[in-house]
């Protein structure tokens, strides 16, 4: 049985910083596509991040680049993401997604799903 587990999530000031993480089980993902997207109550699951299976190709959405990091670790079937200068406006609930596939930004298009954590921001 294939698990995505969330974890780091919380409530920041803006201008903080949080660091997500997602421990997969059940198989390997080391040469899927992961990624992390994020949901506002009331809004669509949006597309935060991608990374390939090396780490080479990462990709962001242009709310969050030059703000957020997304790694992996593949020993550890693990992926990450680093958020700094948060703003209120990323309150989201933030999902862990594996096995994505063109187009990305398609969340109908993930193959497994982690079970989201809470991410609060306050002004």
């Known amino acids: 049985q294939v698990q995505l587990v969330e974890s780091g999530g919380g409530l920041v000031q803006a201008g903080g910083s949080l660091r997500l993480s997602c421990a997969a089980s059940?198989?390997?993902?080391?040469?899927?596509?992961m990624g992390w997207f994020r949901q506002a109550p009331g809004k669509e699951r949006d597309l935060v991040s991608t990374?390939?299976?090396?780490?080479?190709?990462?990709r962001y959405a242009d709310s969050v680049k030059g703000r957020f990091t997304i790694s992996r670790d593949n020993a550890k079937n693990t992926v990450y993401l680093q958020m700094n200068s948060l703003k209120p406006e990323d309150t989201a609930v933030y999902y862990c997604?594996?096995?994505?596939?063109?187009?990305?930004?398609?969340?109908?298009?993930?193959?497994?799903w982690g079970q989201g954590t809470q991410v609060t921001v306050s002004s």
């Open positions: 059940g198989r390997t993902f080391g040469t899927s596509i």
């Open positions: 997604a594996a096995d994505l596939r063109v187009p990305y930004s398609d969340y109908r298009k993930v193959g497994y």
């Open positions: 990374i390939n299976w090396s780490g080479s190709d990462t």
